[in-house]
């Protein structure tokens, strides 16, 4: 689960037996969801706060964004033969770590 307090909402994944990433205030209340995907595992998610983007692992090979809205969604990255199992975001680029390549990190930007 992640906060922005500055937009008191917050955001995770539910992965029951149709996962999805969900959104609501801080207090739980006005539960929103905001994407449907196929993980069948616990996903990694992490926040752009600035520019109100949610970033998620859908499956073990590709990163997913949505704005705060539920609109917007987009494949930022996809590549075969990786497996991320976490992902953060820290300034402007997204890090993901990959566990098949000995514990690997991805540095990413999101914007291309």
């Known amino acids: 689960q992640l ?3 500055l937009h ?10 149709i996962s999805k990433v969900e959104r609501s205030t801080l207090y739980g209340t006005q539960r929103v969801t905001l994407a449907v995907h196929n993980n069948t595992y616990r996903a990694g998610i992490t926040l752009d706060r600035r520019r109100k983007l949610i970033f998620w692992l859908n499956e073990r090979n590709s ?3 949505i704005d705060y809205n539920g609109q917007n969604r ?7 033969a990786v497996n991320f199992r976490a992902i953060t975001f820290i300034s402007s680029d997204l890090f993901v770590f990959n566990w ?13």
Do not use: C
């Open 100 to 112: 098949r390549m000995s514990g690997s990190v991805y540095r990413l930007n999101p914007s291309n």
């Open 8 to 17: 008191r909402l917050m955001f995770w994944i539910d992965t029951g037996n």
């Open 63 to 65: 990163i997913e964004s």
């Open 74 to 80: 987009r494949k930022v990255f996809q590549r075969r």
């Open 3 to 5: 906060s922005d307090f």
